[in-house]
Each structure stands twice: as C-alpha cells, then as structure tokens.
C-alpha cells in the first residue's frame, strides 16, 4: 500500500497545511506501518504562478526540513522533490490527453486563482490538476492525505483513473483522498470565513505561520476575530471565529471539540484564547526547535537525494506500462 502527498512551495507554511495535511502524514504512517509513505514538494506546481526563483529555492528546503520537523520518519519516508523525477510532466501530459478542458475549467481553485492573475493566467494553472492526477497515478497511490480545498482535485484524478482503465485496461489505482475529521479547512484568523492561505502575506495576522516568532502567533491567536456571544460553543456557522479556535485547539492537543467545550464551559473567550495562545506557543517553539536540528544536521540533502532515486525507479517502472497501454512503444 502506498500513501503520498504533497505541498507546493509557495507562501509560506500555515498552521492550516499543518492541521489539515502535514500531521496526517505523520499519523497515517504510524497507523500503516508497511505502508511506502511518499512525500513531495510540488514545485513544478508553484511555476503555475510567478515565482521569484531564490525564493522557491529556500521555500523547497523549509518544506523538505519542515515535513521531518513534523515527525515523518527520516529512515521511511520517500521525500523527495517533484521536479527530480521526471516522469510526472510525462504522465501528465497523458493526463492532459486523458481529461478535457472542461474539467478543468470547472475546477474552483482555478477559476478562483485566474482572477488573482494580474500579469495573465499561465496555461499550466488550467492545466494543473492533470500533472496533479499524475503525481497520485505515477505511484498507485491508495491513500492521498489531503485538506478540503484539494478535494475536488482528488475527485478529478479518480475520474481519469477509472476513465483510463476503461480504455486501456486496468492500469491505475484509483486513490481514495483521507481529510480528517477536525481541522479539513482552518479559516483565516481575521477573517474566519475564507480558509487560513499561505499565499496571504499581505495580511500576517491572517495565517500563522510555522516559521513564526512564537510570541508573534501567540499574539495572533489573542487578537483572532470572534463574535460578540460569550459561550464557547461550536457552531460553525454561526460562529465561525471560535469554531476555528476550536478546531486548532482540538488538532493541536488531540482533545475532541466536546470535551474543550466542557473544560471552557463557565470560561470566557479571554481566557480560552490565552490558553489556546500558549499551545501554539509551544507547539511552534518545539517545532522550530526540531527544525533547526535538521536544518543543522545536514541530512536534507542525502534524504533527498534517497527519495528521488527511489521514486525515479518506481516512475520509470510505471511510465513504461502506461507508454505500451497508449501505444507509444515500438
Ligand atoms: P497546497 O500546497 O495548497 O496545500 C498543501 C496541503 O495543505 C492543505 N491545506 C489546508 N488544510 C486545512 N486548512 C487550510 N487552511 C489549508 N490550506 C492548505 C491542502 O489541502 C493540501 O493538502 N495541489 C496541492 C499539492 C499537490 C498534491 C499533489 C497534493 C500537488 N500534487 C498530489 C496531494 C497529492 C496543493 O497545492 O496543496
């Protein structure tokens, strides 16, 4: 069984890629213990959108270091950076030629993004969700990890799946997508009915970041927008300001929402955001502590290299099979 995931470097990582992908790597690879856990950094996916080139350099290295800060194991898991191993741009270009373009023009996330385009919308953001079938398909992946917003994407590469398999023949496996039940979509601490973005950085009391100043988000939480009610109760709707904190409460200390909301019960919002405020607090300061360790260790670079060359062999593998299905061999 194969479970994998990825992350595109651009912003910086959120609280909210944390809760709602990063920390089910980590608890999925502990539950499927033989599982083949791969892990990627999507950074043929950030040239979707302008970068600046040093930029994603360093953004590359911060996720790599940040997926082993989070408790992924540097001994199994497959990490490696997607534009190493060629074969996703070959198998998503047979994706290109698998899906339609109104699929992808129905996808939210690109008609969303398009707007935000000032200097023109690259040909690869329409295309995006075909390199990111690829990216599940290349590896029979049966487990994606993934937050709410990446759903409609999973939704898409299971359709091309099975939409392949039907015209060539079982070739795929067809992935299921794993959100969890708590924390599928943090919301922005400003404004807690648009989700928490690392792409939000003219706005950083928005997002907390996992590189912050640990005082800094402790602050964050303190200054999080909630509602003029008192009761510390959830209800998304109604008060989606305290049911975020709630969420970030519940995944950070694996407590569920209905017993915070007893422990809270004769509290009010002050004193529930000051305790909430020292859990980030130092759920940031040991992560950023793990972090440097590694960055310090030096082992990044071998990691990398490890995982690319494991994966190349498996991508190698698989193109193959999908060139003869398609008739592509001699
Ligand atoms: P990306 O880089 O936007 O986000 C990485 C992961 O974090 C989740 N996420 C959130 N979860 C909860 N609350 C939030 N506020 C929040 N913001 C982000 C995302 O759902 C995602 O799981 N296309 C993908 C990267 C990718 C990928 C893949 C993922 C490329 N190929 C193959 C899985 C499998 C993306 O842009 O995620």
Do not use: W
């Amino acid at each position: 069984m194969r479970i994998l995931s990825g992350i595109k470097p651009t912003g910086t990582l959120t609280l909210g890629n944390y809760i709602g992908a990063i920390k089910n790597f980590v608890k999925l690879q502990e539950e499927y213990k033989d599982a083949e856990v791969l892990v990627f950094i999507a950074d043929l996916h950030a040239l979707t959108t302008p970068q600046d080139k040093q930029e994603l350099r360093n953004r590359k290295k911060e996720i790599a270091g940040m997926y082993l800060a989070c408790g992924l194991d540097k001994e199994k898991t497959i990490l490696f950076n997607q534009s190493e191993v060629k074969e996703h741009l070959e198998l998503g270009y047979i994706m290109e030629c698998t899906s339609y373009i109104g699929e992808m023009e129905r996808m939210t996330q690109y008609k969303d993004k398009k707007l935000k385009q000032t200097a023109g919308i690259k040909t690869s953001l329409l295309t995006y969700p075909a390199l990111m079938a690829a990216d599940i398909l290349l590896y029979d992946a049966s487990l994606v990890p993934i937050g709410d917003d990446q759903k409609q994407h999973l939704e898409l590469t299971r359709n091309l799946a099975v939409r392949f398999n039907n015209e060539y023949g079982e070739t795929f496996t067809v992935p299921e997508g794993f959100t969890p039940k708590v924390g599928k979509r943090i919301m922005g601490l400003q404004d807690p009915t648009k989700k928490m973005s690392k792409s939000d950085e003219g706005n950083p009391k928005n997002y907390i970041s996992l590189f912050d100043n640990p005082s800094e988000a402790r602050n964050k939480i303190k200054s999080a927008v909630t509602d003029s009610l008192t009761n510390i109760k959830y209800d998304a709707k109604e008060k989606p300001g305290i049911s975020n904190l709630l969420n970030i409460y519940s995944a950070l200390t694996d407590t569920s929402i209905s017993q915070i909301e007893k422990k809270y019960a004769n509290s009010n919002y002050m004193e529930f955001k000051n305790d909430l405020g020292e859990i980030v607090f130092n759920f940031l300061s040991d992560l950023q502590n793990k972090y440097n360790n590694i960055i310090s260790s030096g082992i990044l670079g071998s990691v990398l290299d490890k995982g690319a060359a494991y994966a190349s062999m498996l991508a190698k593998r698989k193109i193959e099979k999908v060139y003869k299905k398609v008739g592509l061999n001699r």
